[in-house]
């Protein structure tokens, strides 16, 4: 298991936080015996916040992004499945939420042995 975690901060020039941006990617492999990949899934985490002066929350954004790979002995794909995850939030300048929206995105790709596609399905729950 890979974990990569990057954090970025814009900052104007009184120090306030204009953008406050964490990613974490995590990747982790399950191999057979014979070092062919069983699941190569990667997870990507993007925290957004976009600040004012005040430090109060104009958004609050989550990203999340997980692709999942399940591959035979050959490393030909079975199952390509994207999963994206995204919350975003509008707050006023007191922390009230103007909107609070979440949308998940699931696209799965069912891939037989000679890596070409046989299906292609988009699940789109927006509330």
Do not use: E, Q
């Not at 006023?92 to 929206?101: A, E, Y």
Request: proline share 2%; net charge negative; with cysteine.
């Amino acid at each position: 298991m890979d974990i990569w975690i990057t954090r970025v901060y814009l900052l104007d020039i009184f120090g306030s936080y204009l953008v406050d941006m964490d990613i974490w990617i995590t990747r982790v492999y399950l191999l057979d015996i014979f070092g062919s990949y069983l699941m190569d899934m990667d997870i990507w985490i993007t925290r957004v916040y976009l600040l004012d002066i005040f430090s109060s929350y104009l958004v609050d954004m989550d990203i999340r992004i997980t692709r999942v790979y399940l591959l035979d002995i050959f490393s030909s794909y079975l199952v390509d499945m994207d999963i994206w995850i995204t919350r975003v939030y509008l707050m006023d300048i007191f922390g009230s939420f103007l909107v609070d929206m979440d949308m998940w995105i699931m696209c799965t790709h069912p891939v037989d042995i000679p890596a070409s596609y046989s299906g292609d399905i988009d699940i789109l729950y927006i509330y």
